[in-house]
T-cell receptor, first 113, second 114 residues
Framework: GENVEQHPSTLSVQEGDSAVIKCTYS??????FPWYKQELGKRPQLIID?????GEKKDQRIAVTLNKTAKHFSLHITETQPEDSAVYFCAASMESGGNQFYFGTGTSLTVIP | GAVVSQHPSWVICKSGTSVKIECRSL??????MFWYRQFPKQSLMLMAT?????????EQGVEKDKFLINHASLTLSTLTVTSAHPEDSSFYICIIPRRVTEAFFGQGTRLTVV
């Protein structure tokens, strides 16, 4: 099955700096890669996603890049703010696999004011 | 409004008792629902795939007799933790996919077994 790895597990940045979280996946059939932000005790919320036919997608301060050949994708947060502090999960999914989502291990991001 | 409703949001039970968690799709019919478990400071781990009208598919290492899943209708799946023990204490979340690019999360259920 699919195996998703995520790095780093913890990340601290100064407010205003950028944060980058990286994920790799193993199954080349995966074609959808969402990123979720989870605040303490709450359900994960989708913040951005990318499909395999696109190399990059941006939404204001958040961007995601995908390298299909290398099977890795990254989340970029620019001009970080304290409210960006949360746990971020990447995931991989494939339509042919019944839409199961395989999650990365999570990155705890702390933005220091 | 909410697309998925999961109940209860938290529950405390005594060791040896059973707990039922419900996951409801409010806006669309769902033939498939996923049950995940999340331990503190860890990722979401797929436990099983709930299939309407058929048996659930369990991930390796998940005891099907302990985690009973029933998906009797297109809008409801239930997860029953039988004979719960403290090590079953966790955050359980259902996820309902609608399309490849759409997945709706339940609110999650924090289970504490004492």
């Amino acid at each position: 099955g699919e195996n998703v790895e995520q790095h780093p597990s913890t990340l601290s940045v100064q407010e205003g700096d950028s944060a980058v979280i990286k994920c790799t996946y193993s199954d080349s059939a995966s074609n959808y890669f969402p990123w979720y932000k989870q605040e303490l005790g709450k359900r994960p919320q989708l913040i951005i996603d990318i499909r395999s036919n696109v190399g990059e997608k941006k939404d204001q301060r958040i961007a995601v890049t995908l390298n299909k050949t290398a099977k890795h994708f990254s989340l970029h947060i620019t001009e970080t703010q304290p409210e960006d502090s949360a746990v971020y999960f990447c995931a991989a999914s494939m339509e042919s696999g019944g839409n199961q989502f395989y999650f990365g291990t999570g990155t705890s991001l702390t933005v220091i004011p | 409004g909410a697309v998925v409703s999961q109940h209860p949001s938290w529950v405390i039970c005594k060791s040896g008792t059973s707990v039922k968690i419900e996951c409801r799709s409010l806006d669309f019919q769902a033939t498939t629902m996923f049950w995940y478990r999340q331990f503190p400071k860890q990722s979401l781990m797929l436990m099983a795939t709930s299939n309407e009208g058929s048996k659930a598919t369990y991930e390796q290492g998940v005891e099907k007799d302990k985690f009973l899943i029933n998906h009797a209708s297109l809008t409801l799946s239930t997860l029953t933790v039988t004979s719960a023990h403290p090590e079953d204490s966790s955050f359980y979340i259902c996820i309902i996919p609608r399309r490849v690019t759409e997945a709706f999360f339940g609110q999650g259920t924090r289970l504490t077994v004492v």
